[in-house]
């Protein structure tokens, strides 16, 4: 069964410093790949998916991640990081040809400094 | 264009009880899949439902049942309602064709069993 890591659960950083959320994925093939955004209280946002193609895929908010299969790796990264952008952010994975069920990492939560 | 929308917000319930969620999905999609996030945790996926019937199930016990309507709105019961039971329950809908592995959430439902 395909699994996610997360292995950062906290991250600090100050506002207009850059940031890169680490991501690991297990799974025999390469997966539908997905960046959800959860702000306190709310359902999931998608910020980005990689399905082929282009490895380095754009997302909203100035999001973007790059898909490394060497590594199993689908980091997330933003240049300059603005104080909204404070929330937890999970990576998933969905089979492919398995339906689109998502199994997601435990997140990460990114505090901003001012 | 409406996103996807569940009732009720919150509810608090005691144990041995039963609750029913609802979910209405986006707009054109078809497609609905419930997960559960227990506090500090990702989604964890419940199953899915496609043209009526459940397609999917992830590794959840038979109290958690679902239903899903000729308009593709669905619902999601929960009988014997144990503690473990609280988390925030959401609703993802996607569509045919391409995109379909895109999954959409709506704002979720916060349960909390006494």
């Known amino acids: 069964a395909q699994s996610v890591t997360q292995p950062d659960i906290h991250i600090t950083v100050s506002e207009g410093a850059s940031l890169e959320l680490r991501c690991n994925y297990s799974?025999?093939?390469?997966?539908?790949l997905f960046w959800y955004v959860q702000s306190p209280g709310q359902g999931l946002q998608l910020l980005l998916k990689y399905f082929s193609g282009d490895t380095l895929v754009q997302g909203i908010k100035g999001f973007e991640a790059e898909f490394k299969r060497s590594q199993s790796s689908f980091n997330l990264r933003k240049p300059s990081v603005h104080w909204s952008d404070a929330a937890e952010y999970f990576c998933a994975v969905a089979v492919t040809g398995g339906g689109n069920k998502l199994t997601f990492g435990t997140g990460t939560q990114l505090k901003v400094e001012l | 264009d409406a996103g996807v929308t569940q009732s009720p917000t919150h509810l608090i319930k005691t144990r041995g009880q039963q609750v029913t969620l609802r979910c209405s999905p986006k707009?054109?999609?078809?497609?609905v899949s419930w997960y559960q996030q227990a506090l500090g945790q990702g989604p964890q996926f419940i199953f899915q439902y496609y043209e009526e019937e459940e397609r999917q199930r992830g590794n959840f016990p038979d109290r958690f049942s679902g239903h899903q309507f000729p308009n593709y709105s669905s619902e999601l019961n929960v009988n014997a309602l144990l503690l473990g039971d609280s988390a925030l329950y959401l609703c993802a809908s996607s569509g045919p064709g391409q995109g379909a592995e895109t999954q959409y959430f709506g704002p979720g439902t916060r349960l909390l069993v006494l």
């Open positions: 799974y025999g093939a390469t997966p539908y």
């Open positions: 707009s054109g999609h078809d497609t």
